[in-house]
């Protein structure tokens, strides 16, 4: 063919192709086969979380106490928007420390309930903080011992391992620190800081 003849046969070929794009685009805007589907987030929300935790309290002229052991926690909320939730929580954390030698070993538990908002910055990564009333106490051969009660700050960040419609599997890193100035304690400036690394379900109904 010509070089002349096909000048304009290319730029027939060349107008066409914006329309060709838009033609492979589905309707109504939707991203095409095979596109990365998009993170939905809406309504309420229930879930449960356990792993591992660690609590250590401290007081001015007495040496710390470190207690490794369990965590769970179980939570109830509801997005406020697509980025960003609301959620109340009950948190538990146990562990025997062997503080006492000879003597039985000393379950040392400290529970939080309080209120948390999390946010997702990215699709699948999330930061929370929250406030909540805190209580710990020890039992030993099955006797409770006086009951501290207190207050903390928490905070967590956590990877959605796993999200569908209905549910979202997370792994997250929580962490908190209060004080037990509620309680007529001795010493009287006894502190709190608890970590804990959890895997968590989350149910969208």
């Known amino acids: 063919m010509p070089r002349l003849a096909a000048a304009p046969l290319a730029l027939a070929l060349l107008a066409a192709l914006p329309g060709a794009a838009r033609a492979q685009q589905p309707a109504g805007g939707e991203p095409a086969v095979g596109a990365a589907p998009e993170v939905r987030r809406d309504g309420f929300f229930l879930g449960a979380s356990l792993g591992l ?7 001015d002229g007495y040496e710390d106490l470190q207690v490794e052991g369990a965590g769970l926690g179980v939570h109830l909320g509801g ?61 030993a051969n099955g006797v409770e011992g006086p009951k501290l009660k207190g207050a903390a700050l928490t905070a967590a960040v956590g990877f959605e391992a796993v999200h569908q419609d209905t549910f979202a599997l997370d792994v997250l890193l929580r962490v908190g620190g209060g004080d037990f100035s509620d309680s007529a304690s001795d010493p009287d400036d006894l502190t709190t800081a608890t970590i804990a690394l959890l895997a968590s379900l989350s149910w969208y109904p």
């Open 53 to 59: 935790g660690s609590q250590r309290y401290s007081a």
């Open 79 to 139: 997005m406020l928007t697509s980025q960003l939730a609301l959620a109340i929580e009950l948190a538990y954390l146990s562990g025997e420390s062997d503080e006492t030698g000879d003597g039985p070993d000393v379950v040392i538990w400290q529970r939080q309930i309080g209120a948390w908002l999390r946010y997702w910055p990215i699709p699948r990564l999330w930061l929370q903080g929250g406030l909540a009333s805190l209580r710990a106490g020890a039992r």
